[in-house]
């Protein structure tokens, strides 16, 4: 079978060495990916976003299967294209990717079918939404609606924080369209889960919790990432926790999406709130996480290419979803200066010895060398019997990978580790 992966970074490196352990797949394209996963696929030229180049590659190949991986070619309805031309996809339909591509969309339907979620307030117009922070609860927390990088979330600790991130996302239109409207919500607190689950519309398998650390530097300081490294199993993730949200919140949500006529099939990804008051719902999203694709796909034991199709086909009720009982830790190296500015071009080097474990996501080719393309240049996965192995691992793994302004937090996992119950 000839497989597709959209996208280009270190998650859809981690799918592409998933799929690659499958023996049905016989060859794996990656479109574009990038020269740092050469080695595990076929590179395309291309980009994420063109949904007629991906379509029309995909049919000129006889490409049996479509994993779309990021969230705009998701929203864009690159399912649905694939689809119209009879090519069956890992993922949902523009229709219900919508859960990520409108934050308006998932609050009003968290609210509808009462699922646990921040109270919050939907505004279009500016000078209403700037009425409203005079008075409000702070801290606060601002949204645009629509995607917007991972940056379009404020939280604003004084109400002029608030009344700055307003006017730069209606007025400035720092996020283009996504400011049309905005959410402001209550601001909650707790320690933070991700739990992404694979589901056909019926039946929800959550896979193994993992734990983001989205800040830039150390003891969660610095300006907001894609993310620095990622820990799992997560544990503040309990199996009592793990219940309570099978029960409000991940059937519930595939059951709304399935009554509002918008079925969601493939990775829906539940970013949690563990709140004094319970697990609360921060935000959905559409796809696999980066990088907690990197922690949570390296501990699947079952074949990850009959999971996809089974979501695809409806019949993940009758798949089996094994984990490994092991700890994972996925330390980033990044670009100096990231999420700002930073230089990249950089030679890259990566020891041999641990090619197995290294998840590129920002390199390019310059003169046959392989360079640095990207604020995120890779991630290191280890997998141990304990969380603290598998983080030594990864630090001690991180001096076998070499390029100019190298840049990593130290502090992957500690958080975890001084969770009782970590193991
Ligand atoms: P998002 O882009 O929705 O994932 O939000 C980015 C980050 O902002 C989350 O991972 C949380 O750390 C934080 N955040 C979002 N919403 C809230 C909220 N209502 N209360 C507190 N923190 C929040
Ligand atoms: N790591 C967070 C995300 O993928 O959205």
Same mark, same amino acid.
Not at 21 to 26: G, L, Q, R
């Given at each position: 079978m000839k497989v597709l992966v959209i996208g280009s970074g270190g998650r859809e490196h981690a799918v592409i060495k998933s799929l690659k #352990?499958? #023996?049905?797949?016989?060859e794996i394209f990656a479109f574009p990916g990038n020269p740092g996963m050469a080695d595990d696929a076929t590179l395309v030229d291309g980009k994420a976003t063109d949904v007629d180049a991906a379509v029309a590659f995909a049919v000129k190949n006889n490409i049996d299967y479509c994993v779309v991986t990021p969230d705009d070619p998701l929203v864009l309805g690159m399912v649905d294209a694939m689809n119209e031309k009879e090519i069956p996809c890992f993922g949902p339909k523009a229709n219900a990717a919508i859960i990520e591509g409108s934050k308006v969309f998932s609050k009003e339907l968290m609210k509808k079918y009462g699922i646990p979620t921040a109270k919050y307030e939907v505004f279009s117009d500016m000078e209403k939404a700037l009425n409203y922070v005079e008075t409000c609860p702070i801290p606060t927390v601002v949204k645009a609606d @629509?995607?917007?990088?991972? #940056? @379009?979330?404020i939280i604003a600790f004084t109400r002029e924080e608030a009344r700055n991130a307003i006017i730069s996302m209606m007025q400035d239109r720092q996020f283009g369209k996504s400011g049309d409207n905005i959410v402001i919500e209550e601001f909650l607190e707790g320690p933070e889960v991700s739990v992404l689950s694979f589901t056909d519309g019926n039946t929800v398998v959550p896979m193994i919790s993992s734990m983001d650390h989205k800040r830039a530097k150390d003891n969660d300081e610095g300006l907001n990432t894609g993310g620095m490294g990622t820990i799992a199993p997560n544990p503040y993730y309990t199996s009592d926790v793990a219940e309570v949200c099978m029960k409000t919140i991940f059937k519930p949500t595939i059951e709304a999406m399935n009554k509002e006529g918008r079925t969601f099939r493939g990775c829906l990804y539940f970013g949690l709130m563990i709140t004094k008051n319970g697990p609360k719902v921060i935000e959905y999203n559409c796809r696999f996480g980066d990088p907690e694709t990197q922690v949570v796909l390296p501990l699947l034991e079952s074949d990850l290419f009959t999971i996809m199709k089974a979501t695809t086909n409806g019949t993940l009720k009758d798949v089996e979803v094994k984990w490994s009982d092991k700890n994972a830790c996925c330390l980033i190296l990044a670009s100096d200066g990231y999420p700002a500015s930073y230089k990249k071009g950089y030679p890259l080097v990566i020891d041999p010895s641990i090619k197995d474990c290294v998840y590129v996501a920002g390199a390019a080719t310059k003169d046959g060398v392989l360079v640095t393309n990207g604020g995120r240049v890779l991630g290191i996965t280890s997998i141990a019997d304990t969380l603290e192995e598998a983080i030594k691992e990864s630090y001690k793994k991180s001096d076998l990978v070499s390029f100019d302004n190298k840049y990593y937090r130290h502090d992957i996992g500690a958080k975890a580790l001084r969770v009782k119950g970590a193991k």
């Open positions: #352990k499958s #023996k049905e797949i016989d @629509g995607l917007a990088l991972g #940056k @379009g979330v």
